[in-house]
Every structure is written in structure tokens, then in C-alpha cells.
């Protein structure tokens, strides 16, 4: 017979546990007496199954749901004292958390049977939960999708190579992911990660924070400064948004990728510095150096290991695993009677389009996870249709993509009183990427 293991919380000890539940043939029992105890021993090693000995007299009540709620991949049996059940909240926190429960004194048969059955059940559990993490190995980057898988194995190709990266993607679909997987997995990956996104910086500060300046260089520039490059030096700078990045700059950028060394603003010496330049970008570079937007030689620095990450809607095998580990990830926040997510909508979010890829997925996740009512988590907490009526398609799939798009963002921001914060938040994008698309539809806020 395999040796099934339970931790068991007993205020008492041992010795209570043994006089409560008698023995637990076939059992590996851990007896800790407090919940800190189980936390402790819960971080380290995994429990399918546990046991919790209730004092009797409502003591600890407070801390249970809390730990329960952060220990939930644990299937948790209770045992209490009869006439504590008449409490309204302790029913209600059985009902939601426990798996079972027994009342003094314990009937040792029905307890061994219901320990069983919890077993079985977390066993079942934790074959799916690893079968779905075949294939992510030690990455960051979550999927099991082909697409995802040849991402990981591209990335761990170019990771190797000392070169610039460019990173293409649409909003929210694991661009910064990516450029730090591509750090982490590199020589560099004991140096610094520094990031800065150019659409955020106002242009006439972004020169001295890339590249500093010196006491003296312009009004305020009262000490010498170093800039993120410099910063950088023996590990990465990811430059997000590169495609925002001012004329002028584009050329000191250019400079140091083939001199490898900067000036300060307001500096006549060089300055050797030994960053590896990893850059992203949701527009379409080719397309701005078509319009003059963006430097030729630049863009061929730069793209010299291209990475595009797949938007969610092309890999959307990757759903139920990523709505898996966001659901562990935000668990402690769910509303306490919340098991998981309904096949009806895992099915629901297969058939929508993820305008806003990962990130839109995690919004979604989380605000059906705090909303939620029932145990399983319904289509209508996602926001999304049940069955999406059959549309003719009148014009080109490319064509139905934007009109969608352009309606979506308009009833957001119709929602929200055009609240831009509020309409990003509910579209799960950026504010910078919803002033970008509302440009795109020409939409005036
Ligand atoms: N494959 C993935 N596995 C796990 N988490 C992911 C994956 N892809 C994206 N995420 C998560 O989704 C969120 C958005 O990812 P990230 O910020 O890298 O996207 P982005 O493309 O840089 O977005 P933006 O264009 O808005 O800057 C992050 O919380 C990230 O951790
Ligand atoms: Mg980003």
C-alpha cells in the first residue's frame, strides 16, 4: 500500500490528534500544533491532505479562513465540537473551505473514509496541475503551445549570443517577458535588468536618463549623473516602446551600438559601457522607417535576433494552464467559496479574441475571482458572451478585427464616462496603448 501523507493541526499535540482520530493505518501523519507551524511546513513540501483539530472553543477562528484561503490546494478536513456548528460563521467557512467535516466524538471509520477520498481527490489534482506544467521546465514564460514552446526554445538560442534583440508583440502578450527571459537566460543574467520605456519618458528627459549628464549640462543638473546605460553595464537594458524614441536619440543610440561607448550630456569624454541592448515594440518598425518615422540603420542594428511573441488568440491551448496558475496566483483574493473556472467559460474565453492578450486574461481572472458568486467561476463573471451568435462575415477577418476593436474601445470609454484609467483598466491595456489605439480609430477622448 502506498504511504499517503497528511499534516494535521492539533492545538494539543500528538497525543490529542491520536485520542481524537485513533490510528491512521496506511498514513504518514505530521502533527503541528498551530498554524504557523502548518505554514511553515507548507512551504516547504507539499500536503495533498489535511487534517484540522478545531479547539473547541473558537480561539483561533480569526487566522483559519485566512490560512485556509492561502492553503487551498490542500484538501482540508475538519473535525469540531457539535454545538459549535449552530455559529453562522464557522458553517458558512466549512461550507467554503472544508472537504469534509466530523463532529466529537469522531467516528475513526467515517474519518479514515473521507481522509481517503480527499487523497484521491488532491491526487487527481496535482496529475492534471503537472501534466499542464510539461513543457514550461524552469521559464518564466508560461504555455504549452507550440507556439510558446518554439518561443522558449528561440529565446534560449539567442539568450546565448551576445547581439541586440528586438522584441515584437502586441500590447500585453509577454514582450517584457520575453526581453527578461532573454536576460535571465544569458551570461549576463548575475548583472543588472534595467528597464525603461520610451513612450513614457518625456523626450527632453529621456537623453540624460539613458545616457546621464555632467554637473553643469542644464539648469538643475547641479551633480554629475549616471544614466540607465551606464547603469546597465554588465548586464541588459531593455528599451520598451523603442519605436517612440526621438529622432535625435535614435542617432546617440546608434552610436553606442556600434562604438559601445556614450557620452554624458553636457560631456566631452567617453565613457566605455558594456550593456546588452534588448528592445520591444508593438508598432510595425519596417513600416516607420517607411514613413521616416525611424532610422534604417537602426532598425538593422536592432533586429539582428528578432523575436515576435504570439498573441494569446493564436495559441489558445495555453488558456487553461494560464488561467490555472493565474487562479493560484491571486487565490488569497477570491471570494471564499470559489473552487475554479466553469468549462462553460474556459469554453467562452476559447471563442473571444484577447484584444489584450496575457494581461487582459489576468484582469479578467482577477476581477471574476473577487466577483464571483457561485464556486465555479460562470462566463458572465469574465464579461464574456456565453455562446457568441454566428455572425456573416461580410468583410475580411483583418477588416472584422478593427470594427471590433473600434466598438469595444468606444463602449468602454462610453462606460466609463471616458474615464481613460478606468477604460484601459477594464480593456486590460495600458493607458499608453489606449491613447494609441483611441489615435489609431480616430476616437477624440
Ligand atoms: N506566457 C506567459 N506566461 C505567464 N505570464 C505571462 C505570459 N505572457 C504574459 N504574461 C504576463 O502578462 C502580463 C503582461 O506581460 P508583459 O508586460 O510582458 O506584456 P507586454 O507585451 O510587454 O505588454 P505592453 O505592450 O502593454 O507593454 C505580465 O503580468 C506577464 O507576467
Ligand atoms: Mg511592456
Redesign the pocket.
Known sequence: MSVKRLLCISSEGSAQARACCGELPGWDVCVVDSMTAARKVLAQQHYGVGLLLDRGDGSGDDGIERFLNQHHETRWVGVFDAQRLDQPALRELIAAHLFDFHTRPVDALRLQHSLGHAHGMATLAKNKAQQRRIGSQSSH???VSDA?VRLRAHIDKIAAVDAPVLVC?E???????AAQEVHRRSQRASGPFIAINCAAVAPALIHSELFGHERGAFTGATRDKQGLLEAASGGSIFL?EIGDLPLDLQASLLRFLQERVIYRVGGTRTIAVDARVIT?T?VNLPQAVAEGRFREDLYYRLSVFPIR?PALRERKEDLPL?TD?IFNRYAEERSPQLKGISREALQAMARYDWPGN??EL?NRMRRAMVLAEHRLITPADLDLPTAGPICPVKEGLGSSRLSAEKVAIGESLARSGNNISQAARELG??RM?LYRLMAKHSISP
Request: proline share 0%.
Open positions: 514564460i508560461d504555455g510558446i508583440g500590447s500585453g502578450s509577454g514582450k517584457e517577458l520598451d520591444a508593438h511573441v494560464l496558475l496575457v494581461r489576468i491595456v495600458s496603448t
